[in-house]
């Protein structure tokens, strides 16, 4: 059989920005890295770090940070499965301490269990330090999932992930409970910015915020997600800073909110489920550690690359949108960029 050739892929990358993003600790500014074939995310991204850093920066906050992995177990019968949920419950404490065991860098926070007939669903929750953690709590969970099926010989083993995690798939629970880090990002801008830096008002991207995310993602069945195209963003940053790209599925779902204050727009993106890291695989590699370290996300610095995430997401969602109040610009845009007219 003949051989395929071999060929590089090579992504069209571009810095944007600069973004000003407004810290729990401190304020900076910091230009982007974003690789994507859709080159007018480019200047979509930009004109939104513009007008943000008008209106005095992009204030970003990680409000959880907890990875997850769940364990499937079976019991001979609902009430038996029942019964060993209650002990299990009562070893909370022994059951963290065997995960963490695992790991120097592993801190547990929370067990969910879920009962389905005989069969059994553990969530395990923790803190994996400046690493994604997908490996981490994966370890730390099947040495429970080992400890469990050998100290509860009446338990099958099912599998060390059961999908109640949920990784790579979109899903109500990590909407609710969070996975990776959870982050907010917020702007308040002036009418007079969105009328001449957005060309457009407060009340008709408020407006269409409401009828296009909220009620459209309402009819079209969307899961705990509002928004135009938070996906975008996120694939552009995860390639070339070393992320599992494939973890945009969970990270796309989040919430952009628009809202009239007086005279000016609130606007803000909620993102539930940004699993990045600054150390582990593919970090090391030329490209993700030239990009992290311009960003100035070390090895100790992921809730950095969070608030960047976030802020840049924020910045491609509010350009959008205000190209969408106009009908027709976001037709001829893309046609101009993409086409040369």
Known sequence: MKEPPQSS???PLRYVGPL????????YEVTVPLATYETPLWPSVSRGARVTKK?????AVVTHDAMARSIAIEAENAKQAAQCVEKLSQQRKQLFSIAESTSHHLQCEELSFRQVGSCIYIRLTGRTGDASGHNMITKGADAMLQWICTTYPELRHISVSGNYCTDKKVSSVNAILGRGKSVVADVLL????????LRTTPEALSELNTKKNLLGSIINGGVQTANAHFANMLLALYLPTGQDAANIVEGSQGITFA??????LYFSVSLPNIIVGTIGHGKDLPGPAKALEHLGCGAENSGR?????AATVLCGELSLLAAQTKPGELVRTHISLERGG
């Open 9 to 11: 892929c090579s992504i």
């Open 20 to 27: 000003l993003i407004n810290g729990p600790s401190n304020s």
């Open 55 to 59: 209106a005095g920066g992009i204030t």
């Open 190 to 197: 002036s009418n007079e910015l969105c009328r001449t830096e």
């Open 259 to 264: 809202e009239v204050r007086g005279t000016d």
């Open 305 to 309: 690359l969070a608030e960047i995430v």
